[in-house]
């Protein structure tokens, strides 16, 4: 059974900065490209980040040069580094992982599994 688990939310304010994390059981990261979503308050999912099994990352423009994503393919984990802060980034932040299943699309990868969130607040 597949289980994702986010950790490093919290408030900070703007210009700030956070590092997500996220650890995975019965899922080999090295294998499979990962992905950060966020969802707001009111407002639809949408992707942040993905790393594919090489190490390539992609980035939402919103993030570009902000935010990095990586990944320790021997600790199973996860990471989404977040630099420079905006109260526009405060959202629950999802950790996700690649399932041929799955029913959410973003930038032509497929995701099915899913963390239970962290939440970032950034205060202007």
């Known amino acids: 059974q597949v289980q994702l688990v986010e950790s490093g939310g919290g408030s900070v304010q703007a210009g700030g900065s956070l590092r997500l994390s996220c650890v995975a059981s019965?899922?080999?990261?090295?294998?499979?490209?990962m992905g950060w979503f966020r969802q707001a308050p009111g407002k639809e999912r949408q992707g942040v980040a993905v790393?594919?099994?090489?190490?390539?990352?992609t980035y939402a423009s919103s993030v570009k040069g902000r935010f990095t994503i990586s990944k320790d393919n021997a600790k199973n984990t996860l990471y989404l580094q977040m630099n420079s802060l905006k109260p526009e980034d405060t959202a629950m932040y999802y950790c996700?992982?690649?399932?041929?299943?799955?029913?959410?699309?973003?930038?032509?990868?497929?995701?099915?599994?899913w963390g239970q969130g962290t939440q970032v607040t950034v205060s202007s």
């Open positions: 996700a992982g690649e399932d041929p299943n799955g029913r959410t699309w973003w930038m032509g990868w497929r995701f099915g599994y």
């Open positions: 019965g899922y080999t990261y090295s294998n499979y490209y």
């Open positions: 790393i594919d099994s090489d190490g390539r990352s």
